[in-house]
């Protein structure tokens, strides 16, 4: 009897039972469109072997045909869908565990964006491995989707931050160490004012250049901050000072800039430090700048005298209490009786500088003239004085 082909009409329904099927019949263009329900397929008869590659395509699959106890671990691969095959719709809440996916076959390419929801993902099963490297794309996160628990140690490298990103409360305090902070990073903008306090500044930070003039006003300085340690080694300019109590320079030269030095002391002490009678210099005074020699007025400890030197030559000052360098001028004596002696004020020194003159006569002095002279006394040899003698003398004492 000849054998013709049998439509879908002489078949009955349900007629066509697994026992029915040799192994292999069916092929996919024996298939008609969407003619295999869920309820035709037996649990895990669909394998990966029996699926061609693309051969599933969204028009194939019903709204939640496909069930997870329907396919077999690692079933689908990537090269069994189409791209953009698996809509949103078509995956039963929870369906997609990560036994179902193969290592790396979820890629950018197979989903559309929005399609992974919350919901579509069972708990804890997007593993590490699940995902292929530069999957997650930020249109792929929902807003506050990785947290801090999320992220692998080291995994936020810069590259990975777009700028400006990083905002202040987006930081944990004391987050940026030093060694995060790029040389000249932080610039003026970037310091809230009061920001840098003393303990912020090593010793010698702050240098002539690094402060615009008149930046320091007094306000901007907190009592006793500027200690000696703060001050660098080429030192420090001030525009007016004043200070009270006791003062001291201490270094081996003063240079003193003023055009007009007042100074209200007036007895001004030079060579201190001196002890038991020796003098710290053989010479101590005031030298005057003339450009070379220069001048000087000092006193020199070797002679115990004042000298005053002009560039070329030392001259010693006679002071008018050294002995024969004081006069006096016209010195009168008068007499209530005759006498022949008396007594000069001083002494005259040197004897010869003594001048007298008797009535207006000029006497000489010495044994076998007019006078003689022992000390202050002068005796009379020429002649006695009486009340109405008048005797006058010069002398040096």
Known sequence: MALTQ???????????????????????????????GT??????????????????TGSKVATSTITGNKLTNSTLSSAKLANSAVGTAKIAAGAIITAKIADSNVTSTKLNNGAVITAKIADSNVTVNKIAHGAISNAKLADSAVGTTKLATGAVTGVKITDSTVTGAKLANSTISTAKIAAGAISNA??????????????????????????????????????SAKISASGLTLKGLRVTGKTWLMGTTVYIGATSLVVRDPLILVGSGATGGTAIAPESGIEVDRGGPNAKIYWDESNNAWFVYN????????????????FIDSEKHTFASTVTAFVLAHAPNPTASLHLFFNGQRWDEGAGNDFTLAGSTVTLLADSATTSAKIIVDYRY
């Open 39 to 56: 309820v035709k397929l037996a649990a895990l008869a669909v394998t990966d072997a029996k699926i061609a590659a693309t051969t599933i």
């Open 190 to 227: 970037k310091i809230a004012d009061s920001a840098v306090s003393t303990t912020k500044l090593g010793n010698g930070a702050v240098t002539a250049a690094k402060i615009t003039d008149s930046t320091i006003t007094a306000s901007k300085l907190m009592n006793s901050t500027l200690t």
């Open 311 to 326: 560039g070329t030559t030392a001259s010693r000052i006679l002071l008018a209490s050294a002995v024969g360098l004081r």
């Open 6 to 36: 049998i439509s879908t009409n002489q078949i009955a329904a349900s007629a066509i039972t697994a026992a029915r099927l040799a192994d292999s019949a069916v092929s996919s263009r024996k298939i008609a469109a969407s003619a295999v």
